[in-house]
């Protein structure tokens, strides 16, 4: 099963190499693919249930236990869902490059299910390069713009600087096991050295894939310029995939963990999400915005492991291995979701005639209702509010948080979570704000930009990729305990609690579907009372401020509605007066001082480019001096190979006797 | 029997709204209106032969409309108020949680009927949300260590029997203080809000209201009425459990009805006295309100 849906998977990246894509070839392709993706949907559920099944070949460079088929799991689901969007992106492509977009795109999605399932260190490191590699070349398909080649190169050289750590991290356990299997890797007692370096290592290769500060500056980059079902994908995949390798990392690998290591991630992802929240406050860029959350997200999903890292290294509360579920279900809950966010963002963006500032949209739930559901599911969810599934997996790393507070074991421990469980409630509060700001702007009546049209013809292959994700996101709302089905399987070492059933974490009682159905009834009665009452209704003009209509000049804009939280953080912010998107003759006739108020584009909050400025620089000087070894003369290079070599023999004869 | 007791409670709400402008008329040596004017103003606006909206609106506007309403019920009806046993045990966290959804809707109302006021409601919904909430969020919090849960009713149980030691009543009372604030915050009443201003400089809640008329008027005014009634009770079950030896239920009742309006004097006579607090200068209350409660939960955790 898993090897019919690998060979196809293969098949689909091999063909373009040899024949010319069409866009009918594309959807058939997809198709093919959408069959593969539910073969490993099924082969994922088989593990979980212990049903055998034979494969074509085997492998040992393959090994799926249960925390892969968990990923997997995501990803097939994830994988359906933006195969049959990429059916509807299809059709807007380039069509001189739709060989290009197959091949990278099959490469992509193949080496991420390589990725997760390869159980040896270098075919691991080559698939993590294709998938580098292959996602780089989608991010730069529009090579002809400048912000797409900077953008480019920014995730390149900050995806190979994580490549090396990963090597690094890889390193002590190649040498103590003398093997390059993981499965030679679990109960492997590496000195207290190696195991800081392999943490560091760990944290700063896979971190910086999903966006740990300071290496997090490629994804707000990055991620806007991609296809968007690329976007998606790696939003809501490819970020993931480090916590799959750090949960390896952490549960089996690295025996003899510290409590203070707990620290450092709590600590590091709090600056990263406190960077993010600012940030994201003042993006009026769409696809950025979601960028933004996206950070925040992988924030909470890191905090999470987090407290599984205190579990491994305390290990002296059983309570606390229900918290070990919460990763794992906030990294399921926010694939679904993000992938829905991204898909219908580009949806809009496309439907404007590529207009990538959200406010400048309006009046989208009257003229597209259908979409408007969609949006406001997917919007609930990504702001964490309840009944649907954000609020449920934040609630559990709530409570594993307060959990670990009231334990009191250790007073630094305490503080720390502390600091962090601060931090998640400010962040729930303000992606709130944001969501809501979003959601209103984009589909309640403003009209702020009426040069603005909206094409409503609707594409059935996009409808059918947003129900896949809504029916999982109700899933994991109203049936959250299928996480524990999973969870129960994959620490079944732990000894985990069988008691998620309704979500009962701690002591509290979150029953999502009681609470959703009382709220519908409640919701419905009042609405039959209020139709019952005889009544009229007019629609009428409001109060215009003494104009004769509704205009942009004289509305709310999207900054307008956080002024007032702006006002009061102004201090973090750093100001830039640029007048860079007006005319100089639209300058000309405007007072010089009226217009040099803030360009909202560019606002920069803890300058990070400035480290980058710093360290490119210092390259760059050692980089000049070295210039002067290449002298493009033969005999000079060979004399440099001596040199290497008898360093080389010098080294091995002074230390190894 | 709770039930009814909750809806003869839902059928008192409006009589807290005449308590409120009696205590204020008597305050400033006016005549007060009858304690049924409220009842009036609702059958009035129910009543109504005309609805107008705004011809903006979409469906976003009826289905906030009736969320807001149904989660405001939903609260009102299911945390326990003044009896022991209530239907769901809810927690804290649940509470406020399932209450963002209404402010959810309630920001989604406001875009979507397009009205300049219902903007300037929501900026400055925005502005005093994320003030407040992580304040509240942190109330929670601290009750939650001192007592080991997030249940109200165990809460409630534990301050009713006194059973902690002298330094935990300390931080509970000054809990109590923070959280009287952020009720206040909360239901924009003074020193925050002034709901009887219908200046655009000054007002909050009141901004909401301004082109809202009939039936959504009466919708909207009664949640608001219920939402503040709810948090009251919330205090009152949190920070003044004593039942003073009643067992009854219709007594204990009565004490509930009487506390909430000995609160609500209390609230409204102190509103008399003090002055509102320009919209920026907010934040100095409530990052004060925040650092101190975190100063007690480090304290807590230091002990």
Redesign the interface.
């Known amino acids: 099963m898993f090897s019919t849906a690998l060979i196809l998977i293969s098949l689909s990246v091999l063909y373009p190499l040899f024949f010319t894509i069409t866009q009918k070839k594309i959807k058939t392709w997809n198709y093919i693919l959408i069959i593969a993706f539910i073969l490993l949907f099924i082969k994922s559920i088989f593990v979980f249930f212990g049903i055998s099944n034979t494969e074509f070949f085997t492998t040992s460079l393959i090994n799926i236990s249960f925390l892969e088929a968990f990923f997997m799991l995501i990803f097939s689901i994830v994988g359906v869902a933006i195969l049959f969007y990429s059916n509807y992106y299809s059709s807007f492509l380039n069509k001189n490059k739709l060989n290009y977009y197959t091949i990278f795109t099959n490469i992509f999605l193949l080496s991420m299910l390589w990725v997760i399932v390869s159980a040896e260190a270098f075919t691991f490191l080559v698939f993590w390069e294709f998938m580098s590699l292959s996602s780089y070349f989608l991010v730069i398909h529009e090579s002809d713009k400048q912000e797409s080649r900077i953008s480019g190169m920014w995730y390149i050289i900050l995806t190979h600087i994580g490549m090396f750590f990963i090597l690094a991290s890889f390193l002590p356990f190649l040498i103590e096991s003398k093997s390059s299997f993981f499965s030679a890797w679990q109960n492997i007692n590496l000195s207290y050295n190696s195991l800081l370096l392999v943490f560091i290592a760990s944290l700063i290769g896979f971190g910086g894939k999903s966006g740990l500060f300071p290496l997090h500056i490629w994804l707000p980059k990055a991620h806007p310029i991609a296809p968007s079902h690329i976007s998606a994908l790696m939003s809501g995949f490819m970020v993931k995939l480090p916590v799959l390798m750090l949960l390896k990392f952490y549960l089996f690998f690295m025996t003899g963990i510290d409590i203070r290591f707990a620290y450092t991630l709590l600590i590091l992802w709090a600056i990263t999400a406190f960077w993010w929240i600012f940030n994201a406050l003042i993006q009026n860029n769409i696809k950025k915005f979601l960028a933004y959350s996206t950070i925040e997200n992988m924030w909470l999903i890191y905090v999470a492991l987090g407290i599984v890292v205190t579990w491994i290294a305390t290990k002296n509360n059983t309570v606390l291995a229900l918290w070990v579920i919460s990763t794992l279900f906030h990294t399921f809950n926010h694939s679904i979701y993000k992938t829905m966010m991204f898909s219908m963002a580009w949806s809009l963006i496309e439907r404007t005639h590529h207009n990538y500032d959200y406010s400048r949209l309006w009046w989208i739930a009257k003229i597209f209702p259908v979409f408007s559901i969609f949006f406001l599911v997917a919007t609930i969810a990504i702001a964490w509010i309840p009944p649907l599934n954000g609020f449920n997996s934040e609630l559990t790393v709530y409570s594993a948080l307060i959990n670990i507070i009231s334990w009191n074991a250790d007073k630094v421990l305490s503080l720390v979570s502390l600091f962090s469980l601060i931090l998640v409630w400010m962040m729930s509060v303000l992606a709130f704000v944001w969501f809501a700001k979003l959601y209103t702007i984009i589909f309640a009546w403003n009209a702020r930009d009426t040069s603005i049209k909206l094409d409503t013809k609707s594409n059935n292959c996009e409808y059918i990729s947003y129900t896949i994700l809504t029916f999982w996101i109700l899933v994991l709302s109203f049936v959250p305990w299928i996480i524990n089905l999973f969870a129960s399987k994959i620490f079944s070492f732990i000894d985990t609690p069988k008691t998620l059933l309704s979500i009962q974490i701690w002591d509290i009682n979150y029953m999502p579907v009681l609470i959703s159905i009382i709220l519908i009834i409640l919701a419905s009665l009042s609405y039959m009372f209020y139709k019952s009452i005889a009544w009229k209704e007019e629609k009428m003009d409001v109060w215009n401020c003494w104009y004769p209509k509704l205009i942009a000049k004289s509305q709310y804009r999207a900054e307008s509605l956080i002024q007032a939280i702006r006002r009061v953080y102004k201090w973090l912010y750093s100001e830039t007066n640029s007048l860079s998107h007006i005319s100089k003759v639209e300058w000309k006739s405007y007072y010089k001082k009226y217009l040099s108020s803030i360009d909202y584009k560019r606002w920069y909050f803890l300058k990070v480019h400035f480290l980058y400025e710093k360290l490119i620089n210092f390259v760059w000087a050692i980089s000049t001096k070295l210039k002067s070894m290449q002298s493009w003369v033969l005999q000079d290079y060979v004399s440099y190979m001596l040199l290497t070599l008898i360093i080389t023999i010098l080294y091995i004869l002074v230390f190894n006797s | 029997m709770y039930i009814l007791f909750q809806l003869f409670a839902l059928a008192l709400v409006p009589l807290f709204d005449s308590v409120i402008k009696n205590v204020k008329a008597f305050w400033n040596g006016r005549k007060w209106p009858s304690l049924l004017q409220t009842y009036y103003d609702f059958y009035k606006l ?15 506007t ?1 289905l906030a409309i ?2 807001i ?3 405001s ?2 609260l009102f009806f ?1 945390i326990p108020v003044w009896w022991n046993a209530p239907i ?4 804290f ?2 509470f406020f ?2 209450w ?2 209404a ?2 809707f309630m ?2 109302y ?8 219902w ?2 409601w ?3 919904e ?2 005093v ?3 407040v ?2 304040i509240l ?2 109330v929670i ?1 601290t009750l ?2 001192l007592f ?4 109200l009713t ?1 809460i409630h149980t534990q301050i009713l029997n006194l059973d902690f030691p002298f330094i935990v009543g300390f931080m509970v009372i000054a809990l109590s203080v923070i959280c009287f604030y952020v009720l206040l915050a909360e239901n924009k009443r003074f020193p925050f809000d002034n709901p009887a201003t219908h200046l655009e400089l000054t007002m909050i809640h009141e901004a909401m209201l301004l ?1 809202t008329n ?2 959504h008027l009466a ?1 909207m005014e009664l949640s608001s009425k219920i939402k503040l009634v709810t948090f009251f009770s919330l205090f009152i079950y949190i920070f003044f459990p004593f039942t003073f030896w009643i067992t009854n239920i219709v007594w204990l009742f009565v004490l509930w009805f009487i506390k909430a309006l000995v609160l609500a004097f209390i609230i409204w006579t102190w509103e008399i006295f003090i002055v509102k607090i320009r ?2 200068k907010y ?1 100095n209350v409530f990052i004060f309100l925040f650092l101190l409660n ?1 100063f007690l ?2 304290f807590y ?2 002990k």
Not at chain 2, 46 to 60: R, V
Not at chain 2, 88 to 91: A, G, R
Not at chain 2, 110 to 117: I, K, L, S, V, W
């Open positions: 129910f009543t109504k032969k005309w609805q107008f909206i705004s011809k903006f609106t979409s469906y976003l009826i009736f969320v309403f149904a989660v019920l939903f299911f769901l045990d809810l927690s966290f649940i949680y399932v963002s959804l402010t959810f920001i989604v406001a875009m979507d009927n397009a009205t300049y006021f903007w300037l929501v900026e400055r925005f502005f949300m994320a003030l909430e992580p969020i942190l919090a939650a260590f080991w849960t997030t249940d165990s082109e009939a039936k919708i919209i920026f934040q975190i939960l480090i955790i230091l």
